[in-house]
């Protein structure tokens, strides 16, 4: 398919051809390229797409050639579950969640990951690397492991939750932890991975990982039967997730698969709302820094890398965005498995926190649909509920099983 990349900030436009990464005169940080079609060449029909299928079902609207290398592992075709109860009970029209904690490595970025191993084979590369809080880094390792010819090095805090940890050394990648913050992990892996010619699989830098993230938004849109939703609320920490979200309605809009883009909510931490500040001081949208401080690890950003894009697709979208407290998010991870059997980790649950404090300056009302992104499996990080949950052992004999039933039932 034909495309071109274009600077989120000056606009240049190039062929792919002659650049790699970002726009050499904006820089790394401000130059983020968008790749953009020219529509009228796409033909599509609603026809086409299945609320099942995986992400690939999109290629027609993804910057691909023809005979492009597909993982073995099914990434997106996540559901989108709608619980009426909970809509009743918030006040809402409608409320549904897209789950992406059934991908393959249990998140959302699997679907940057297999676009960037497309890529990275399309480009002849045999190694590609990434930083990472940890999600991108699991899931590259997972991906790469069923791609033969590609090797993945990864560059991760080493603190980053255990489990995702694991989950890149079983995978068997190369992983590299660095005793620091993401934010330092990802400017030593640029400096090392273009030391050593590797293909970067580093969030906002790549292009192309955003056009596999927005096929989470374009499974929305097929699975709503084309009506979207007035609202979609996604966790933000470098705000690709985010462009990537509003890119796929916005493309599905081009092609007149969907006739508008919903207004896109972004919810970060309150201790890591880099983005968030950035949006509010309005336009020209000049990059703030800060320290990172919040239980949801994923979100840890304090250097957001995809901010422009973030912030110029968000107030497209006529959308904006909102912080949440640590303690706002544990309880909405502990409602959303408790009342509806969704386990989020804490990044993924931070949209239900912001839906519900919005709820409550009334900016999201009754006739609503919203849509949230759970982004991670609550498996990922059990850190703070782990904290919060006492578990009394109970001595395997009747009467000491039923006394201890007695305190939860009452009988
Ligand atoms: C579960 C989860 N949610 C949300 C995000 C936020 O994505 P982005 O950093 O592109 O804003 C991430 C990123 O790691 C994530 O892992
Ligand atoms: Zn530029």
């Not at 999201?364 to 498996?379: E, F, P, Q, R, S």
């Amino acid at each position: 398919m034909r495309y071109k990349l274009r600077c989120i900030s000056c606009g240049t436009v190039y062929d792919p051809s002659e650049v790699e990464y970002t726009c050499p005169k904006c820089g790394p940080r401000k130059g983020t390229l968008e790749v953009i079609f020219d529509y009228d060449e796409i033909k599509v029909s609603r026809e086409e797409f299945s609320p099942e299928a995986d992400m690939f079902q999109f290629e027609k609207l993804l910057p691909l050639p023809k005979d492009y290398y597909k993982v073995p592992l099914k990434v997106g075709g996540t559901p989108l579950y709608e619980f009426p109860n909970t809509a009743e009970k918030l006040g809402l029209n409608r409320f549904l969640v897209k789950y992406d904690g059934v991908n393959p490595t249990a998140s959302y970025k699997d679907r940057a990951s297999a676009m960037a191993i497309a890529k990275a084979t399309e480009k002849g590369y045999k190694i590609i690397y990434a930083a990472s809080t940890g999600n991108a880094a699991s899931s590259l390792s997972g991906l790469t492991a069923a791609t033969p010819h590609l090797k993945s090095v990864i560059f991760v805090p080493v603190r980053a939750p255990r489990p995702k940890i694991v989950q890149i050394k079983v995978f068997g990648a190369t992983l590299v932890a660095i005793d620091g913050s993401y934010d330092q992990a990802f400017d030593i892996s640029m400096k090392v991975g273009e030391k050593m010619g590797w293909y970067s699989r580093n969030s906002a830098i790549n292009p192309y990982l955003l056009e596999g993230k927005k096929t989470g938004a374009m499974e929305i849109a097929v699975q709503m039967g084309y009506e979207v939703p007035d609202y979609v609320l996604v966790g933000v920490g470098d705000g690709t997730v985010i462009s990537g979200i509003y890119k796929g309605f916005y493309d599905m809009y081009k092609v007149e698969l969907i006739d508008r883009v919903p207004k896109i909510i972004g919810v970060q931490a309150e201790g890591a709302d880099a983005v968030k500040k950035v949006f509010d001081k309005g336009e020209p949208f000049e990059p703030i820094d800060m320290e990172a401080s919040t239980i949801a690890d994923s979100i840890a950003v304090g250097k957001p890398r995809d901010v422009v894009k973030a912030c110029r697709y968000v107030k497209a979208s006529g959308g904006f965005y909102v912080s949440v407290s640590d303690e706002e998010i544990i309880e909405a991870q502990v409602e959303l498995a408790s009342e509806m059997g969704v386990f989020a980790e804490p990044a993924g649950a931070a949209p239900y926190a912001g839906l519900k404090k919005l709820l409550k300056i009334g900016k999201v009302g009754k006739d609503d649909v919203v849509v949230i992104a759970v982004t991670g499996n609550g498996l990922k990080d059990i850190r703070a509920l782990e904290k919060k949950f006492d578990i009394t052992p109970v001595s395997p004999n009747e009467e000491d099983v039923l006394d201890y039933l007695k305190k939860v039932f009452d009988f």
